[in-house]
């Protein structure tokens, strides 16, 4: 490690830089193709067709959806829409009966 001024620079050699290349280089290509799991296409699919039909208001979003499928959203501004987004969600989620 070198001083230069109030700074501390790593100085990294040739094996330094393959190694971090490497690092990087598999980290890029691990989460390029990380995909959804059913579930997770699922829940989005169901809350694109919300927002599509114009059941669910535009200060509600949704945050994420774990592999299982469980959502996390937020409402902006104020809670109003919550309950319409859970109301159309588990209508669109909800499997058709056996026969």
Request: net charge positive.
């Given at each position: 490690m070198r001083?230069v001024?109030?700074l501390?620079l ?6 330094g ?5 490497a ?9 390029a193709?990380?995909?959804n ?14 927002r599509?039909e114009g059941?669910?208001p535009?200060?509600?979003?949704l ?15 104020s809670?109003?829409?919550g ?9 669109k ?7």
């Amino acid at each position: 490690m070198r001083r230069v001024g109030s700074l501390a620079l790593v100085v990294v050699g040739s094996m330094g830089r393959r190694c971090l290349f490497a690092l990087v280089a598999v980290a890029i290509t691990g989460c390029a193709t990380m995909r959804n799991t059913p579930a997770q296409d699922a829940m989005w699919a169901a809350y694109d067709q919300c927002r599509a039909e114009g059941r669910v208001p535009p200060n509600v979003q949704l945050l994420r959806v774990d592999p299982d499928g469980r959502a996390y959203y937020q409402t902006y501004t104020s809670s109003y829409g919550g309950a319409d987004f859970e109301r159309c969600i588990n209508e669109k989620m909800r499997l058709p009966a056996p026969r």
